[in-house]
């Protein structure tokens, strides 16, 4: 009689949360953050981001991924979350692509 073996796999995350805390000027801070450089120092240069009303400033950093596909695919899902909203893809310093709103 053969034996069944199960694999399982460990999930990989290539971030983890920092601990919430005050931050250097005795305000609380909001939510929780990512620290990147916790993962072993790997580079998450993929990030989507949404913006304000006014596209002065990102509101929300939505995704940091270090894969291309999977930064785009919440991309995608950005635009279709937020239609009014100017979102970003970017690739470190670069903009790959940007939704901005029809009508804005």
Same mark, same amino acid.
């Given at each position: 009689?053969? =034996?069944?073996?199960? /694999? /399982?796999? *460990? ?6 949360? =920092?601990?919430? @805390? *005050?931050?250097?000027?005795? @305000? ?13 120092? %790997?580079?998450?240069? +993929? ?11 990102? %509101?929300?950093?939505? $995704? /940091?991924? $270090?894969?291309?596909? /999977? @930064? +785009?695919?919440?991309? +995608?899902? $950005? ?10 893809? *970017?690739?470190? &310093? *670069?903009?790959? $692509?940007?939704? &901005?709103?029809?009508?804005?």
């Amino acid at each position: 009689m053969r =034996a069944l073996v199960q /694999i /399982i796999a *460990r999930p990989f995350f290539p971030y983890r949360l =920092a601990p919430s @805390g *005050r931050d250097g000027d005795g @305000g609380e801070r909001d939510g929780a953050s990512f620290d990147t450089q916790a993962a072993g120092g %790997e580079d998450l240069p +993929y990030k989507v981001e949404v913006w304000d009303e006014e596209k002065k400033v990102v %509101e929300q950093k939505l $995704a /940091i991924t $270090a894969n291309a596909s /999977i @930064g +785009y695919a919440a991309y +995608y899902e $950005a635009t279709k979350e937020f239609p009014d909203r100017f979102v970003t893809l *970017r690739h470190k &310093n *670069r903009t790959v $692509a940007r939704w &901005n709103p029809p009508g804005h």
